[in-house]
T-cell receptor, first 114, second 115 residues
């Protein structure tokens, strides 16, 4: 079974530039998550999709971050404009459904904003 | 407030010795508890979960965890540590609020296994 795919793996941009991350979840997984992980901390949920609908985006900085999951499969997360404090690893995860299903994570995208 | 605590930032264990990584939680209702591991430069991997039933849960790579309701703990254990177990370990608890399921994550514990 193929795992969660993410690209790019690394990205360096200057502040005020824009950046986009892509995620392809495990086939058949209805739930998709985007997390931000700052070095030395646990993951912070940014947004959660169930199929192509948003379940929770309460911690997404909506003035600069946006995400979509067209057709309920792939997802993109965008930052525009980026700030220095956005430097982090962005993790995508998927699960079969909500509730007690474990999440499967992609390798992450390490973003450096200079 | 619902929360997860991993009281140790780092745990050092000699290879071959038993290891324990601690986790305590505070949630309303029945807890659904998870352990994940993060190896250097890699994504998080699911290790094991407790939903209901036997308090001792067995997972990947020889790890197990014991759910203790009275102490609100879910400590991760392994009888004999390997150097390859060195990684960052996260405990998480599922909560349900505002009609949403969420995972609350601990801050992580760095496990170092010395040869």
């Amino acid at each position: 079974e193929a795992g969660v795919a993410q690209s790019p793996r690394y990205k360096i941009i200057e502040k005020r530039q824009s950046v986009a991350f892509w995620c392809n979840p495990i086939s058949g997984h209805a739930t998709l998550y985007w997390y931000q992980q700052i070095l030395g901390q646990g993951p912070k949920l940014l947004i959660q999709f169930q199929n192509n609908g948003v379940v929770d985006d309460s911690q997404l900085p909506k003035d600069r971050f946006s995400a979509e999951r067209l057709k309920g499969v792939d997802s993109t997360l965008k930052i525009q404009p980026a700030k220095l404090e956005d430097s982090a690893v962005y993790l995508c995860a998927s699960s079969y459904g909500l509730g007690d299903y474990e999440q499967y994570f992609g390798p992450g995208t390490r973003l450096t904003v200079t | 407030a619902q929360s997860v605590a991993q009281p140790e930032d780092q745990v050092n264990v000699a290879e071959g010795n038993p290891l324990t990584v601690k986790c305590t939680y505070s949630v309303s209702g029945n807890p659904y508890l998870f352990w994940y591991v993060q190896y250097p430069n890699r994504g998080l991997q699911f290790l094991l979960k407790y939903i209901t039933g036997d308090n001792l849960v067995k997972g990947s790579y020889g790890f197990e965890a014991e759910f203790n309701k009275s102490q609100t703990s879910f400590h991760l254990k392994k009888p004999s540590a390997l150097v390859s177990d060195s990684a960052l370990y996260f405990c998480a608890v599922r909560t349900y609020s505002d009609s949403n399921y969420q995972l609350i994550w601990g801050a992580g514990t760095k496990l170092i296994i010395k040869p």
